[in-house]
């Protein structure tokens, strides 16, 4: 046999292997571009949709002077902008269907609010035939409460602020913190320590047990559907819950999309922060006349004569920037 014959012997023995080597090599390469496209629709999603939570029209839902994390939020415009981008990115705005059967696989999305949740997921509900439907809705919201060993109950914000019930006097107070301090017979409001290690687990905590009931609650109902994946609550770190928990914000879940031949699972947190800038003070210095500018936190020496909203409109007047020593900007 020539040499020539074992060649064509070999080729036509491992082509088949080389084939479907690429053709699997192709296939990971497009599993993985889905992926990242599934991942950057998600985040781009919450974060908008965190950006419109700190948004209002009215005055009396933003943030107040005793607290920079009041708000009351809007969770239908969140929920909007946050299909409408995820959707948009996806590449189905314009597909009803696509986008019907794209929210059975988002178990639900949550919204935290200053005082409470919200949770956004399929529910079952009357129509206005009588008939019994599956829809997605809005549960009602969920405060941040607790209870201690002898009944006193405490609900939570995310600062500092609570509602609280004295067991013991039959009453309510509200208050921050600090200022109910050795106020009441309530233990968890005279140590501000062990209250902010409280807060921060009732809320997390609060949230995870109920994330975990609506999941195993959404199987039951994605079997109903056809959908054989077992939706459940990912492992998060808690140092990730914490940091979540400090504003308004919103979270959203995505699993059990077929991709390839595997699943696409993922999260998202998109925080409502809102930074107040601090006021530019103009003052004058009364041995020498001099006008200077500086922060309202630096305490500065000097008689207030104007306020500016930055430090070019400051100069601009003629004022000279001073230099706060204490560690304040």
Request: proline fraction near 3%; glycine fraction near 8%; charged fraction near 25%.
């Amino acid at each position: 046999m020539k040499i020539t014959d074992f060649a064509v012997i070999f080729i036509l023995l491992f082509l088949p292997f080389g084939v479907v080597s690429d053709l699997r090599v192709q296939n990971q390469r497009e599993v993985q571009q889905l992926e990242m496209k599934y991942t950057s629709a998600l985040r781009t999603a919450v974060q908008d949709a965190g950006v419109v939570l700190s948004q209002n029209e009215r005055q009396e839902r933003e943030a107040g002077y005793g607290s920079d994390k009041f708000f009351r939020v809007d969770k239908e415009a969140a929920l909007h902008t946050f299909l409408h981008t995820l959707f948009l990115n996806i590449g189905i705005d314009e597909d009803i269907v696509a986008q019907r059967a794209l929210l059975d696989y988002i178990p639900v999305i949550v919204i935290l609010d200053y005082d409470g949740y919200y949770a956004f997921t399929s529910e079952v509900y009357t129509d206005e035939h009588g008939q019994a439907a599956i829809g997605h809705k809005w549960s009602e919201k969920k405060p941040y409460a607790y209870v201690d060993s002898v009944g006193n109950s405490v609900g939570f914000t995310l600062d500092n602020y609570v509602h609280a019930y004295d067991a013991r006097n039959h009453r309510w107070v509200e208050g921050f913190q600090k200022e109910l301090q050795d106020q009441t017979p309530i233990s968890l409001l005279n140590n501000s320590e062990t209250f902010e290690q409280i807060r921060r687990s009732t809320i997390v905590g609060s949230v995870q047990e109920d994330l975990a009931r609506i999941i195993n609650v959404h199987n039951e109902k994605a079997a109903r559907n056809g959908i054989s994946y077992t939706f459940t609550l990912p492992i998060i770190p808690q140092e990730e819950w914490y940091n979540t928990v400090d504003d308004v914000g919103l979270i959203a879940f995505i699993q059990g999309i077929p991709v390839g031949d595997r699943y696409y699972n993922n999260y998202g947190f998109g925080g409502g922060r809102v930074v107040r800038k601090q006021d530019i003070i103009g003052g004058i210095e009364l041995d020498t006349g001099m006008k200077y500018f500086y922060r309202d936190s630096c305490p500065a020496p000097f008689k207030a004569s104007e306020r500016f909203t930055n430090e070019k409109s400051a100069a601009a007047a003629g004022y000279f920037e001073y230099k706060c020593y204490n560690g304040l900007k």
